[in-house]
């Protein structure tokens, strides 16, 4: 059972920058890495996911061009660079690990806690 931990988030002004981290409880260079995100009353979304050895990364619509996702295997870690945020990115953000790479909320496995992030106008 992978464990992981997210940090990072907090209030923000739009137009500002935030850059959250994924600490995992052991090794996940067999996982592909995934951020997803929910605002109040809203499903579940996709934000980003990297492949295993953080070649390559994909992201959603919302979110690219402006969102930056790493990976560190020698710290089990993760990271989403946020920049240009707006209101609209206000959501709760998720890291999560998953066996193959997907856009797929429910095919993700092992799920953090979330960490609050607040965009104001």
């Known amino acids: 059972q992978v464990q992981l931990v997210e940090s990072g988030g907090g209030l923000v002004q739009a137009g500002d920058s935030l850059r959250l981290s994924c600490v995992a409880s052991?090794?996940?260079?067999?996982?592909?890495m995934g951020w997803l995100r929910q605002a109040p009353g809203k499903e579940r979304q996709f934000v980003a996911v990297?492949?295993?050895?953080?070649?390559?990364?994909y992201y959603g619509d919302a979110v690219e061009g402006r969102f930056t996702m790493s990976r560190d295997n020698a710290k089990n870690t993760a990271y989403l660079q946020m920049n240009s945020l707006v209101p609209d990115d206000t959501a709760v953000y998720y890291c999560?690990?998953?066996?193959?790479?997907?856009?797929?909320?429910?095919?993700?496995?092992?799920w953090g806690q979330g960490t609050q992030v607040t965009v104001s106008s």
């Open positions: 052991e090794r996940t260079d067999n996982y592909v």
């Open positions: 990297i492949n295993w050895n953080g070649s390559h990364a």
């Open positions: 999560a690990a998953a066996r193959f790479l997907s856009r797929e909320p429910k095919l993700f496995k092992f």
